[in-house]
């Protein structure tokens, strides 16, 4: 697979994200999934996915920088949200934060396989 290629999935995963689209999460997603070391596999990393969307209603995942060298991709997403509650420990509580991610991911038969996410707590802290 090509870098392109796999840029391109990364792009229909995180459209499949903002959609919402939970049936067709396996599509991108290992059935052996790890996330930060921890071995969630599919059903455990929707259940996170969709416990997000729990708590920011209006979550959406914008990609604003992408690096793809197969079988990795390297990701900053940009986040401009509203958490309804506590959010990494934060009393955020409907306030509008933006904040970004950096996330690498090891893609395994064309699935994500494991992923590693470091969420800019402080960006968020500043804006409370």
Known sequence: MTG???ADIYRDYIACLNRQDWPALGQ???ETVDHNSRPLGLAGYRAMLEQDFREIPDLRF????LISEPPNIAARLKFDCTPIGT???LAVNGRRVSFCENVFYEFRDG??????SVIDKAAIEAQL
């Open 4 to 6: 392109a290629e796999l």
């Open 28 to 30: 991108f997603v290992h």
């Open 62 to 65: 914008d990609i604003e920088l």
């Open 87 to 89: 959010f990494l420990g």
């Open 111 to 116: 699935k994500i396989r494991q992923v590693w």
